[in-house]
C-alpha cells in the first residue's frame, strides 16, 4: 500500500467523526437524550462490528494483545460518553472546538511517549489550527458566560480520552487483522459504555420500537466501523502524533454538518478559519516528504 493512503485515510476516518454531534443533536431534537443515542451508537457500532466480521473471517481469532483492545476499547467508550455529556451542556460547534483539543494534547503525548520534542513544522502546525479553531467555531465574537462549568470540563475530557483513544489505537497488536481487531474493540467498547449508560434501551424496547435504531446505525457506521478500521490500519504507519493533526479534518465536517443539517449559520470568519485548519494539516506532510526523498538519493 502507497505511503499517501494512511494519510488520507485518517483523514476519513476523523471526517467520519465529525458528523457525530450532529446526528445526536437531531437524536436529542426529536426525544431522545445524548446517553441513550451514545449507548445505541456503541451497541448498533458492535453489531456491524460483529457482522462484519463473520462475513470476513472462517474462524474466530484469538485474543491477542488483550491489554491494547481493552484500552482502545475503553477510551472510544469514554470518548463517545465523555462528549455526549458535553452536548447536554454546549452547542455543538463549541462542543466540537473542546473536542477539537486532542490535536495539541495528542501531539505532547507523543512527544513525552517517545522523548521527543516538537518540530517546528509541528509548533506552527499547531498554531495555525488553534487559530483556524477559533474562527471556524464561530466563538470569536459569541457570548460564552452563560455556559455552565460543567460543559467546559466534559468538553475537554473528550479530549483528552479521544487522544488516548489515538494513542493505544496506534499501537500494533501481531498476529490479528483489521476486522478481528475492530470486532474486540467494539466488544469492549459496548461493554463500558452498557456499564454507565442506558442499556435498557434494548430490552425495554426502546432501540427498536422508537426509532433509536436509526440514530445508532448512522452514529455505529460513523463513529465506530469506519473510524476505528480505518484508525486501526493508518495510525501505526503515521504515527498518533501526525494522525492528530490529520484528524482536524474533523472540525470543518462537523461545522459542514451543522449548516447543512442543523440550518446553523457560516460566516466568512468560519471559512476562513477552515482554510487556515486545512493549512495546518498540510503542513506537516509536505515538509515529512523530503528528508524521505534525499534519504533514497543517498
Known amino acids: 500500500m502507497k505511503n499517501w493512503i494512511y494519510p488520507v485515510m485518517v483523514v476519513v476516518a476523523a471526517s467520519c467523526y465529525g458528523v457525530l454531534s450532529t446526528i445526536i443533536k437531531v437524536a436529542m431534537q426529536n426525544g431522545f437524550t445524548a446517553a441513550e443515542a451514545v449507548t445505541s451508537q456503541y451497541f448498533v ?133 483489521t476486522s478481528a481487531r475492530l470486532f474486540y474493540v467494539s466488544l469492549f467498547a459496548a461493554i463500558v459504555v452498557g456499564m454507565f449508560q442506558t442499556p435498557e434501551i434494548v430490552w425495554n424496547g426502546q432501540l427498536f420500537s422508537e426509532g433509536l435504531w436509526i440514530y445508532g446505525l448512522l452514529l455505529g457506521f460513523f463513529g465506530i466501523i469506519m473510524p476505528i478500521y480505518f484508525f486501526s490500519i493508518a495510525v501505526p504507519h503515521t504515527g498518533s502524533g501526525l494522525a492528530s493533526i490529520l484528524s482536524a479534518m474533523e472540525l470543518p465536517v462537523a461545522i459542514v454538518a451543522s449548516v447543512l443539517i442543523l440550518s446553523e449559520t457560516l460566516t466568512l470568519l468560519q471559512v476562513v478559519g477552515i482554510g487556515v485548519i486545512l493549512v495546518g494539516m498540510v503542513l506537516p506532510s509536505a515538509f515529512n516528504r523530503t528528508p524521505k526523498i534525499v534519504e533514497t538519493i543517498h
Open 45 to 177: 457500532g458492535f453489531f456491524l462490528a460483529a457482522l462484519l466480521f463473520a462475513v470476513t473471517q472462517r474462524k474466530f481469532p484469538r485474543l491477542r494483545g488483550w491489554k491494547i483492545l481493552v484500552l482502545s476499547g475503553s477510551c472510544t467508550a469514554a470518548t463517545g460518553m465523555v462528549y455526549g455529556q458535553s452536548l447536554e451542556y454546549l452547542p455543538a460547534s463549541l462542543a466540537v472546538v473542546l473536542l477539537f483539543q486532542f490535536t495539541w494534547i495528542g501531539m505532547f503525548l507523543d512527544c513525552i511517549v517517545k522523548r521527543r520534542r516538537l518540530k517546528r513544522t509541528e509548533t506552527l502546525s499547531l498554531i495555525l489550527l488553534f487559530g483556524g479553531t477559533l474562527l471556524a467555531a464561530g466563538v470569536i465574537d459569541a457570548d460564552l458566560s452563560g455556559i455552565a462549568w460543567q460543559g467546559w470540563a466534559w468538553g475537554i475530557g473528550a479530549a483528552f480520552c479521544f487522544s488516548a483513544f489515538m494513542f493505544f489505537n496506534g499501537k500494533k497488536v501481531e498476529g490479528m487483522d
